[in-house]
Protein backbone atom coordinates (compact mmCIF):
# COMPACT_ATOMS: atom_id res chain seq x y z
CA UNK A 1 0.00 0.00 0.00
CA UNK A 2 1.47 3.19 -0.93
CA UNK A 3 1.57 5.47 2.27
CA UNK A 4 0.86 9.18 2.16
CA UNK A 5 2.63 11.17 4.77
CA UNK A 6 1.27 15.42 4.95
CA UNK A 7 3.60 17.54 7.10
CA UNK A 8 3.14 19.51 9.32
CA UNK A 9 0.11 18.40 10.90
CA UNK A 10 -0.93 21.85 11.84
CA UNK A 11 -0.31 25.28 10.03
CA UNK A 12 -1.18 27.80 12.41
CA UNK A 13 -1.29 31.00 10.15
CA UNK A 14 -3.22 34.65 9.99
CA UNK A 15 -5.20 35.39 7.43
CA UNK A 16 -3.67 36.68 4.00
CA UNK A 17 -0.67 34.92 4.67
CA UNK A 18 0.71 32.00 2.31
CA UNK A 19 0.28 28.23 3.59
CA UNK A 20 3.04 25.79 2.23
CA UNK A 21 1.03 22.15 2.57
CA UNK A 22 3.30 19.30 1.88
CA UNK A 23 2.39 15.61 0.87
CA UNK A 24 5.04 12.83 0.36
CA UNK A 25 4.16 9.14 -0.79
CA UNK A 26 5.86 6.22 0.00
CA UNK A 27 6.61 5.32 -3.14
CA UNK A 28 6.18 7.24 -6.57
CA UNK A 29 2.83 7.55 -7.80
CA UNK A 30 3.51 10.01 -10.96
CA UNK A 31 1.56 12.80 -11.39
CA UNK A 32 -1.89 10.59 -9.84
CA UNK A 33 -2.15 12.89 -6.34
CA UNK A 34 -5.34 15.00 -5.85
CA UNK A 35 -6.10 17.33 -2.54
CA UNK A 36 -9.15 17.72 -0.61
CA UNK A 37 -10.98 20.32 1.66
CA UNK A 38 -12.42 18.85 4.36
CA UNK A 39 -14.77 21.27 6.72
CA UNK A 40 -16.36 20.46 10.03
CA UNK A 41 -19.13 18.30 9.64
CA UNK A 42 -18.67 18.78 6.13
CA UNK A 43 -17.64 15.82 3.74
CA UNK A 44 -14.37 16.37 2.00
CA UNK A 45 -14.55 18.55 -1.21
CA UNK A 46 -11.80 17.90 -4.20
CA UNK A 47 -9.64 21.32 -5.30
CA UNK A 48 -6.60 19.78 -7.05
CA UNK A 49 -6.37 16.88 -9.15
CA UNK A 50 -3.79 15.26 -11.16
CA UNK A 51 -0.97 17.35 -9.03
CA UNK A 52 -1.56 20.86 -10.01
CA UNK A 53 -4.94 20.82 -12.05
CA UNK A 54 -7.40 22.99 -10.30
CA UNK A 55 -11.41 21.58 -9.86
CA UNK A 56 -14.15 23.13 -11.59
CA UNK A 57 -15.06 26.37 -9.39
CA UNK A 58 -11.72 26.03 -7.10
CA UNK A 59 -10.35 29.86 -6.82
CA UNK A 60 -6.74 30.75 -8.44
CA UNK A 61 -4.95 30.88 -4.76
CA UNK A 62 -5.34 27.29 -4.50
CA UNK A 63 -2.10 25.62 -6.52
CA UNK A 64 -0.27 22.43 -6.45
CA UNK A 65 2.93 21.29 -7.58
CA UNK A 66 4.97 18.34 -7.43
CA UNK A 67 5.44 14.73 -9.08
CA UNK A 68 7.19 11.25 -8.05
CA UNK A 69 6.95 11.01 -4.47
CA UNK A 70 7.05 15.62 -3.59
CA UNK A 71 3.81 17.59 -3.62
CA UNK A 72 2.95 20.81 -2.27
CA UNK A 73 -0.35 22.39 -1.87
CA UNK A 74 -0.10 26.07 -1.87
CA UNK A 75 -2.89 28.52 -0.82
CA UNK A 76 -2.31 32.24 -1.54
CA UNK A 77 -4.01 34.56 1.09
CA UNK A 78 -5.47 32.74 3.21
CA UNK A 79 -9.49 33.57 3.64
CA UNK A 80 -11.29 33.11 6.66
CA UNK A 81 -13.31 30.77 4.40
CA UNK A 82 -9.77 28.66 3.73
CA UNK A 83 -9.27 27.64 7.54
CA UNK A 84 -10.04 23.57 7.14
CA UNK A 85 -8.13 20.50 7.50
CA UNK A 86 -6.45 19.56 3.87
CA UNK A 87 -5.88 15.58 2.91
CA UNK A 88 -3.88 13.97 -0.44
CA UNK A 89 -4.93 11.86 -1.86
CA UNK A 90 -3.08 8.88 -4.48
CA UNK A 91 -4.55 6.95 -7.27
CA UNK A 92 -2.02 5.12 -8.68
CA UNK A 93 -2.15 1.95 -6.86
CA UNK A 94 -6.08 1.84 -4.88
CA UNK A 95 -6.93 4.61 -3.42
CA UNK A 96 -4.97 6.36 -0.51
CA UNK A 97 -5.20 9.43 1.97
CA UNK A 98 -2.50 11.48 3.61
CA UNK A 99 -3.50 11.70 7.17
CA UNK A 100 -3.85 15.66 6.91
CA UNK A 101 -3.22 19.13 7.74
CA UNK A 102 -4.91 21.45 9.77
CA UNK A 103 -4.90 24.97 8.96
CA UNK A 104 -5.88 27.06 11.72
CA UNK A 105 -6.17 30.55 12.41
CA UNK A 106 -3.09 31.85 14.57
CA UNK B 1 -27.19 18.90 -9.65
CA UNK B 2 -25.03 15.89 -8.83
CA UNK B 3 -26.91 14.04 -5.10
CA UNK B 4 -25.53 11.24 -3.14
CA UNK B 5 -27.63 10.09 0.42
CA UNK B 6 -26.44 7.63 2.32
CA UNK B 7 -28.51 5.80 4.83
CA UNK B 8 -28.67 2.94 6.92
CA UNK B 9 -25.93 3.98 9.82
CA UNK B 10 -26.73 3.28 13.35
CA UNK B 11 -25.55 1.70 16.53
CA UNK B 12 -24.99 -1.64 16.31
CA UNK B 13 -22.68 -4.48 18.22
CA UNK B 14 -19.76 -6.16 17.97
CA UNK B 15 -20.34 -8.99 15.51
CA UNK B 16 -23.61 -7.96 14.09
CA UNK B 17 -24.32 -6.58 10.37
CA UNK B 18 -25.29 -3.67 9.05
CA UNK B 19 -26.07 -2.73 5.07
CA UNK B 20 -25.37 1.13 4.42
CA UNK B 21 -27.63 2.22 0.85
CA UNK B 22 -26.40 5.30 -1.46
CA UNK B 23 -28.96 6.69 -3.19
CA UNK B 24 -27.64 8.74 -6.45
CA UNK B 25 -29.26 11.41 -8.56
CA UNK B 26 -28.07 14.24 -11.29
CA UNK B 27 -26.05 11.81 -13.20
CA UNK B 28 -25.47 8.73 -15.27
CA UNK B 29 -25.43 6.19 -12.47
CA UNK B 30 -25.41 3.13 -14.35
CA UNK B 31 -21.86 4.00 -16.54
CA UNK B 32 -20.51 5.50 -13.18
CA UNK B 33 -17.73 3.95 -10.37
CA UNK B 34 -18.57 4.47 -7.09
CA UNK B 35 -16.83 3.77 -3.60
CA UNK B 36 -17.15 3.55 0.10
CA UNK B 37 -14.38 5.71 2.12
CA UNK B 38 -15.01 5.82 5.93
CA UNK B 39 -13.45 8.19 8.67
CA UNK B 40 -13.11 7.31 12.07
CA UNK B 41 -14.23 9.91 14.80
CA UNK B 42 -11.45 12.54 14.76
CA UNK B 43 -9.51 10.97 12.08
CA UNK B 44 -8.57 10.76 8.68
CA UNK B 45 -9.77 9.37 5.35
CA UNK B 46 -9.90 5.29 4.36
CA UNK B 47 -11.02 4.48 1.06
CA UNK B 48 -12.78 0.82 1.74
CA UNK B 49 -14.21 -0.40 -1.55
CA UNK B 50 -14.60 0.78 -5.24
CA UNK B 51 -17.35 -0.84 -7.58
CA UNK B 52 -16.77 -0.37 -11.37
CA UNK B 53 -19.70 0.07 -13.98
CA UNK B 54 -21.54 -2.84 -15.37
CA UNK B 55 -19.64 -2.26 -19.15
CA UNK B 56 -16.12 -3.04 -16.72
CA UNK B 57 -17.99 -6.34 -15.36
CA UNK B 58 -18.67 -4.57 -12.09
CA UNK B 59 -15.69 -5.58 -10.84
CA UNK B 60 -15.42 -4.74 -6.83
CA UNK B 61 -12.28 -4.22 -4.75
CA UNK B 62 -11.45 -3.89 -1.15
CA UNK B 63 -9.06 -2.20 1.04
CA UNK B 64 -6.84 -5.15 3.36
CA UNK B 65 -8.75 -3.94 6.81
CA UNK B 66 -12.53 -4.90 5.42
CA UNK B 67 -11.37 -7.86 2.69
CA UNK B 68 -13.70 -10.83 3.27
CA UNK B 69 -16.72 -8.93 5.59
CA UNK B 70 -17.66 -6.13 3.93
CA UNK B 71 -19.39 -6.42 0.40
CA UNK B 72 -20.08 -3.32 -2.08
CA UNK B 73 -22.98 -3.53 -4.37
CA UNK B 74 -24.99 -1.81 -6.80
CA UNK B 75 -28.25 -2.48 -8.52
CA UNK B 76 -28.08 0.30 -11.13
CA UNK B 77 -32.08 0.45 -11.73
CA UNK B 78 -31.94 2.25 -8.12
CA UNK B 79 -29.47 4.25 -8.59
CA UNK B 80 -28.30 3.30 -5.55
CA UNK B 81 -24.77 1.45 -4.14
CA UNK B 82 -24.89 -0.53 -1.18
CA UNK B 83 -22.08 -1.88 1.56
CA UNK B 84 -23.13 -4.65 3.21
CA UNK B 85 -21.04 -4.55 6.29
CA UNK B 86 -20.65 -8.49 8.36
CA UNK B 87 -18.74 -9.30 11.87
CA UNK B 88 -18.35 -5.46 12.85
CA UNK B 89 -15.72 -4.60 15.04
CA UNK B 90 -15.48 -1.19 17.23
CA UNK B 91 -12.86 0.37 15.24
CA UNK B 92 -15.33 0.04 12.40
CA UNK B 93 -16.96 2.85 14.26
CA UNK B 94 -16.94 5.43 11.21
CA UNK B 95 -18.79 8.10 9.00
CA UNK B 96 -19.24 6.33 6.45
CA UNK B 97 -19.46 8.36 3.05
CA UNK B 98 -20.25 7.21 -0.53
CA UNK B 99 -18.29 8.75 -3.59
CA UNK B 100 -18.31 8.68 -7.39
CA UNK B 101 -15.39 8.10 -9.04
CA UNK B 102 -14.62 10.63 -11.73
CA UNK B 103 -12.89 10.98 -15.37
CA UNK B 104 -9.49 10.63 -13.57
CA UNK B 105 -10.08 8.44 -10.98
CA UNK B 106 -10.21 10.54 -8.07
CA UNK B 107 -13.29 10.49 -5.53
CA UNK B 108 -15.05 13.82 -7.03
CA UNK B 109 -18.81 13.80 -5.54
CA UNK B 110 -19.54 12.77 -1.48
CA UNK B 111 -22.47 12.05 0.01
CA UNK B 112 -23.15 13.86 3.81
CA UNK B 113 -22.04 10.13 5.24
CA UNK B 114 -23.72 8.33 7.68
CA UNK B 115 -22.80 7.36 10.97
CA UNK B 116 -21.98 3.79 12.49
CA UNK B 117 -21.41 3.48 15.73
CA UNK B 118 -20.27 -0.33 16.65
CA UNK B 119 -20.02 -0.95 20.68
CA UNK B 120 -21.89 -3.24 23.22
Known amino acids: EIVLTQYPATLSLSPGERATLSCRAS??????LAWFQQKPGQAPSLLIH???IRATGIPARFSGSGSGTDFTLTIDSLGPEDFAVYYC????????FGGGTKVEIK | EVHLVESGGGLVKPGRSLRLSCETS????????MTWVRQAPGKGLECLAR??????????DYAAPVKGRFTISRDDSKNTVYLQMNSLQTDDTAVYYC???????????WGQGTLVTVSS
Open chain 2, 99 to 109: TTLDGYGYTRR
Open chain 2, 26 to 33: GFTFNIAW
Open chain 2, 51 to 60: IKDITSGGAT
Open chain 1, 27 to 32: QSVGTY
Open chain 1, 50 to 52: DAS
Open chain 1, 89 to 96: QQRYSWLT
